[in-house]
């Protein structure tokens, strides 16, 4: 998983509701000029610092509990983060590297400052979830040494005062840190990311022996009896390699195929460095991921994210966990403060923060957050994923189809109706897809993609002709 | 200054990572590999921030 890109802004905003959406990203209207474009080595190290995040010590557990055998794993996170790198590569980089525009100003084209204004509201909640679910994952950590009781992997509801104090406390901790100075956490995270990933690697190797590893020949044996051992825990449905390669594929859903990461890829010199974000998926995606599973396991199928840190790493795991945590949570709140200052315009940057964090800390008092976070994860790139396919569809297919790109622009519609109506009409289909054909929410994406591209075809379609009529 | 602190930076790695594998050949006891540890986390926090604020540019 990774965190989003925030970026410095200017005073809030004031007037119509399409001036303080682009007061808020007044200093990124401009394609990026050929200066500022940057080298690959800039994108490696994003990459690979952005997928090794708190998260991924969420994720590798959540795997030994749904029961993943040790093949299906390995081959799953093979197919699917490959699947995921050509999706950067294929999907956003190409379209990002022709428009150099980020995702806001492109959309905003196509939908219509309105409709933009609903997506940035319903990003923002996406946001505060996952902070929320970060500083969920934190409270394990910080509740180590209080000896507080940890969530296990069926609570719903918090489980003990102790565990709502900790949470209030670190929500307060990161909220008040995320309005004194998020720039300062962010670029911490970036210096934190190869000592992190070291610290992933070497809590797994140090509790190999505890599995009963005498040597590197002894691992795959015991990773399919111990570790990956096929049964998932009781009351946990079972994960095959389908459930492993989508959700490596789809965990970052938003920012491939739901095109968040043009922000990111404007600045690449070629479309190619797209494929750079297999840094970030082999290292983050596939070495943490198994890592923390192997944590998992050695601490006898305990999912909190503390425990398990420090029974590999001592003090430095329940450290890497905070860091790890923080450095993920402060951008994401940051970011969600941003998307709300459209609705409140007159409110200082402080107190959108402050709200933000309010909801965030509200929503990590729930363990089931961060225990389905799977789930949680890929709801987040489902309900946002439409929205890339529609600027997909516009910029690839709607002049081979004859139809003007970019429409709401060129005719100045404050919305865009066949924008909205894939948007919401996707998202009913995904919905019956799996209340009558039960498929599961990890695989929704790939048939709602589809769907969302076609039905924006169509609707333009009749848009644009009953307009030129 | 700079060769010295990436020195400082590269011994912190060394410690984060190498006690482990001294851990799985039983070298050295797990709990020596997490004092380690911590002192090689320290050591990449002192020195880290002053090196790669200045080399390291992202979009």
């Not at chain 1, 289909?429 to 009558?436: G, K, R």
């Given at each position: 998983?990774?965190?989003?890109?925030?970026?410095?802004?200017?005073?809030p905003?004031?007037?119509?509701?399409?001036?303080?959406?682009?007061?808020?990203?007044?200093?990124?209207?401009?394609?990026?000029?050929?200066?500022r474009?940057?080298?690959?080595?800039?994108?490696?190290?994003?990459?690979?610092?952005?997928?090794?995040?708190?998260?991924?010590?969420?994720?590798?557990?959540?795997f030994?509990?749904?029961?993943?055998?040790?093949?299906?794993?390995?081959?799953?996170?093979?197919?699917?983060?490959?699947?995921?790198?050509?999706?950067w590569?294929?999907?956003?980089?190409p379209?990002?590297?022709?428009?150099?525009?980020?995702?806001?100003?492109h959309?905003?084209?196509?939908?219509?400052?309105?409709?933009?204004?609903?997506?940035?509201?319903?990003?923002?909640?996406?946001?505060?979830?996952?902070?929320?679910?970060?500083?969920?994952?934190?409270?394990?950590a910080?509740?180590?040494?209080?000896?507080?009781?940890?969530p296990?992997?069926?609570?719903?509801?918090p489980?003990?005062?102790?565990?709502?104090?900790?949470?209030?406390?670190?929500?307060?901790?990161?909220?008040?840190?995320?309005?004194?100075?998020?720039e300062?956490?962010?670029?911490?995270?970036?210096?934190?990311?190869?000592?992190m990933?070291?610290?992933?690697?070497?809590?797994?190797v140090?509790?190999?022996?505890?599995?009963?590893?005498?040597s590197?020949?002894?691992?795959?044996?015991?990773?399919?009896?111990?570790i990956?051992?096929?049964?998932?825990?009781?009351g946990?449905?079972?994960?095959?390699?389908?459930?492993?390669?989508?959700?490596?594929?789809?965990?970052?859903?938003?920012?491939?195929i739901?095109?968040?990461?043009?922000t990111?890829?404007r600045?690449a010199?070629?479309?190619?460095?797209?494929?750079?974000?297999?840094?970030?998926?082999?290292?983050g995606?596939?070495?943490?991921w198994?890592?923390?599973?192997?944590l998992?396991?050695?601490?006898?199928?305990?999912?909190?994210?503390?425990?398990?840190?420090?029974?590999?790493?001592?003090?430095?795991?329940?450290?890497?966990v905070?860091?790890?945590?923080?450095?993920?949570?402060?951008p994401?709140?940051?970011?969600?403060?941003?998307a709300?200052?459209?609705?409140?315009p007159?409110?200082k940057?402080?107190?959108?923060?402050?709200?933000a964090?309010?909801?965030?800390?509200?929503?990590?008092i729930?363990?089931?957050?961060?225990?389905?976070?799977?789930?949680?994860?890929?709801?987040?790139?489902?309900?946002?994923?439409p929205?890339?396919?529609?600027?997909?569809?516009?910029?690839w297919?709607?002049p081979?189809?004859?139809?003007?790109?970019?429409y709401?622009?060129?005719?100045?519609?404050?919305?865009?109706?066949?924008?909205?109506?894939?948007?919401?009409?996707?998202?009913?289909?995904?919905?019956?897809?799996n209340?009558?054909?039960?498929?599961?929410?990890?695989?929704?994406?790939?048939?709602?993609?589809?769907?969302?591209?076609?039905?924006?075809?169509?609707?333009?379609?009749i848009?644009?002709?009953?307009?030129?009529? | 200054?700079?060769?010295?602190?990436?020195?400082?930076?590269?011994?912190?790695?060394?410690?984060?990572?190498?006690p482990s594998?001294?851990?799985?050949?039983?070298?050295i006891?797990?709990?020596?590999?997490?004092?380690?540890?911590?002192?090689?986390?320290?050591l990449?926090?002192?020195?880290?921030?002053f090196?790669?604020?200045?080399?390291?540019?992202?979009?």
């Amino acid at each position: 998983m990774s965190s989003p890109q925030a970026r410095a802004v200017t005073e809030p905003p004031r007037g119509s509701l399409a001036d303080r959406l682009d007061a808020i990203n007044e200093f990124d209207r401009e394609p990026v000029p050929p200066d500022r474009l940057q080298g690959p080595g800039s994108f490696i190290g994003l990459y690979t610092g952005e997928h090794v995040a708190g998260t991924e010590f969420v994720i590798g557990p959540l795997f030994v509990a749904h029961g993943v055998a040790a093949r299906d794993l390995l081959l799953g996170l093979l197919v699917g983060n490959l699947l995921a790198v050509l999706s950067w590569a294929f999907i956003v980089a190409p379209i990002a590297t022709r428009t150099r525009l980020n995702l806001y100003w492109h959309l905003r084209k196509i939908t219509g400052p309105n409709l933009l204004f609903a997506y940035n509201i319903v990003n923002a909640l996406m946001f505060c979830f996952l902070a929320g679910s970060m500083i969920a994952v934190a409270a394990t950590a910080v509740g180590l040494p209080l000896g507080m009781a940890m969530p296990k992997l069926h609570d719903w509801y918090p489980n003990s005062v102790g565990w709502v104090l900790v949470v209030f406390l670190v929500g307060a901790a990161v909220t008040a840190l995320a309005i004194l100075g998020f720039e300062k956490i962010a670029a911490a995270g970036k210096i934190a990311s190869p000592w992190m990933f070291l610290v992933f690697v070497a809590a797994a190797v140090a509790v190999l022996p505890r599995l009963g590893v005498e040597s590197i020949g002894d691992f795959w044996r015991v990773a399919q009896e111990r570790i990956w051992t096929g049964v998932p825990v009781a009351g946990i449905s079972k994960f095959t390699f389908w459930h492993v390669m989508f959700f490596a594929w789809f965990c970052n859903m938003a920012m491939h195929i739901g095109m968040a990461d043009m922000t990111v890829l404007r600045y690449a010199k070629r479309w190619q460095y797209g494929f750079l974000s297999a840094f970030g998926m082999y290292v983050g995606h596939f070495v943490a991921w198994l890592a923390s599973g192997i944590l998992c396991a050695a601490a006898l199928g305990e999912v909190a994210p503390g425990p398990i840190a420090y029974l590999g790493a001592g003090v430095t795991g329940a450290i890497t966990v905070v860091i790890a945590s923080w450095t993920t949570a402060n951008p994401t709140l940051y970011r969600a403060g941003l998307a709300l200052q459209t609705i409140t315009p007159n409110w200082k940057r402080w107190k959108v923060t402050l709200v933000a964090g309010a909801v965030t800390t509200a929503a990590a008092i729930f363990p089931a957050l961060m225990m389905r976070l799977l789930d949680f994860v890929a709801l987040y790139g489902l309900i946002l994923m439409p929205m890339g396919a529609v600027i997909f569809a516009d910029f690839w297919l709607l002049p081979k189809l004859g139809l003007r790109q970019r429409y709401a622009e060129w005719k100045t519609l404050l919305f865009s109706w066949p924008a909205a109506l894939s948007w919401t009409m996707t998202l009913a289909a995904c919905w019956a897809i799996n209340a009558i054909w039960g498929l599961e929410l990890f695989f929704l994406g790939l048939p709602g993609w589809f769907i969302a591209t076609l039905l924006y075809c169509g609707l333009s379609s009749i848009q644009q002709r009953a307009r030129v009529s | 200054m700079t060769t010295l602190l990436k020195l400082i930076s590269l011994a912190g790695l060394g410690l984060t990572l190498v006690p482990s594998f001294l851990v799985f050949a039983r070298v050295i006891s797990w709990e020596s590999h997490a004092a380690l540890m911590l002192v090689g986390t320290v050591l990449w926090f002192v020195s880290a921030p002053f090196w790669m604020q200045q080399t390291r540019q992202q979009p």
